[in-house]
């Protein structure tokens, strides 16, 4: 199930972008992280690509839970932008939000970026058994964050799953 270093990780991956929605521009964040998921030993069980739009995000959200995945990650629309909604749906559709991944990312960044650092709305939250993330979507972001979250998600899921 995803929650010990011996079995893969399912991710559903789905990149936020109205402007790669609309023209088909190729998602090269998405690319990025469906390679390092798969280098990492993990697996990419779904894929998509949707607009900024709330009903669209948190539509997909549950869709790609359809799927059964351990992990939704969701790519792009964290900024401080009016049509950047991811994180807020993260919030919304999360019975608890583990404050510090956002944290974490942020720092790890702030060496990348600088301040800018700090408009990064990097979020993890938990579902049920599942876990939801929303990193930004430049290429290092997703490197960043996926460096971070790949190396905790086996224990946070073993935790909420209480297999431990």
Do not use: Q, W
Not at 4 to 12: E, G, H, L, Q, Y
Not at 16 to 27: A, E, G, L
Not at 45 to 52: A, G, Q, Y
Not at 75 to 86: S, V
């Amino acid at each position: 199930m995803g929650t010990n270093s011996k079995t893969p990780i399912k991710f559903a991956l789905i990149t936020v972008s109205t402007s790669r929605y609309n023209k088909k521009i190729p998602d090269e964040s998405g690319n990025i992280a469906s390679e390092i998921i798969r280098l990492s030993g993990n697996r990419i069980i779904s894929r998509c690509l949707v607009p900024d739009s709330t009903t669209k995000i948190c539509g997909e959200i549950f869709r790609a839970l359809y799927f059964s995945p351990d992990v939704v990650l969701l790519i792009g629309g964290t900024g401080p932008t009016k049509d950047d909604l991811t994180d807020l749906c993260v919030k919304s559709v999360s019975d608890k939000i583990i404050e510090g991944f956002g944290e974490r990312f942020r720092e790890l960044s702030y060496g990348e970026v600088g301040e800018n650092a700090m408009i990064g709305n990097a979020i993890m939250g938990l579902l049920n058994e599942n876990v939801i993330i929303a990193v930004p979507g430049s290429p290092s972001a997703v490197r960043t964050s996926l460096k971070l979250a790949i190396n905790i998600l086996p224990h946070i899921l073993s935790l909420r799953r209480r297999e431990l």
